[in-house]
T-cell receptor
Framework: DTGVSQNPRHKITKRGQNVTFRCDPI?????LYWYRQTLGQGPEFLTY????????KSRLLSDRFSAERPKGSFSTLEIQRTEQGDSAMYLC??????????FGQGTRLTVV | RKEVEQDPGPFNVPEGATVAFNCTYS??????FFWYRQDCRKEPKLLMS???SGNEDGRFTAQLNRASQYISLLIRDSKLSDSATYLC????????FGQGTELSVKP
């Protein structure tokens, strides 16, 4: 399967713990995006990369959230000191420049 | 004003109907445009790109009007399987999503 891959698919964590998600984009894609989505809402922008450079980060991405794409390939999104409000589907997508982006199946986070 | 706005619906239509979704955008979301489809609890899937010249893919036709900052999606002969949320997306580096329009096609 050469689509966007996200791991894990599901994560249940206790409030206050740190979690890390991984995204492997389509191999020739230079852009990688992270979004968060809750039920009934559209995807909410978190951050995006062009190759290894993080070009934009949402103001919603508090200092508890950090994302990296160290070699311009896979990316990780870390949430420190998780809160119940962080419970959501975390979506990763990739594209070649400004062409249509393809999404992974997402990581569903539940903070208990 | 939101950068990309669309009517949230829901649109409830019978099978075989023609349904049109509209979307407006601000200058800040004005590089490229796309329509995505999202089924419940699934990821968004790219449906089609949108060009000023208009483009058609089977029963689906998309149109962009840059002068009016308006995007449309027309679905002809709707099927039960078309039931989903349709997301209008602009770009400015990042993807800028509208809030989505829910479509329910009934027998």
């Amino acid at each position: 399967d050469t689509g966007v891959s996200q791991n894990p698919r599901h994560k249940i964590t206790k409030r206050g713990q740190n979690v890390t998600f991984r995204c492997d984009p389509i191999s020739e894609h230079n852009r990688l995006y992270w979004y968060r989505q809750t039920l009934g809402q559209g995807p909410e922008f978190l951050t995006y990369f062009q190759n290894e450079a993080q070009l934009e980060k949402s103001r919603l991405l508090s200092d508890r959230f950090s994302a990296e794409r160290p070699k311009g390939s896979f990316s990780t999104l870390e949430i420190q000191r998780t809160e119940q409000g962080d419970s959501a589907m975390y979506l990763c997508a990739s594209s070649l420049d400004d062409t249509g982006a393809f999404f992974g199946q997402g990581t569903r986070l539940t903070v208990v | 004003r939101k950068e990309v706005e669309q009517d949230p619906g829901p649109f409830n239509v019978p099978e075989g109907a023609t349904v049109a979704f509209n979307c407006t955008y601000s200058n800040s979301a004005s590089q490229s445009f796309f329509w995505y489809r999202q089924d419940c609890r699934k990821e968004p899937k790219l449906l089609m790109s949108v060009y000023s010249s208009g483009n058609e893919d089977g029963r689906f036709t998309a149109q962009l009007n840059r002068a009016s900052q308006y995007i449309s999606l027309l679905i002809r002969d709707s099927k039960l399987s078309d039931s989903a949320t349709y997301l209008c997306v602009g770009t400015r580096g990042k993807l800028i999503f509208g809030q989505g329009t829910e479509l329910s096609v009934k027998p």
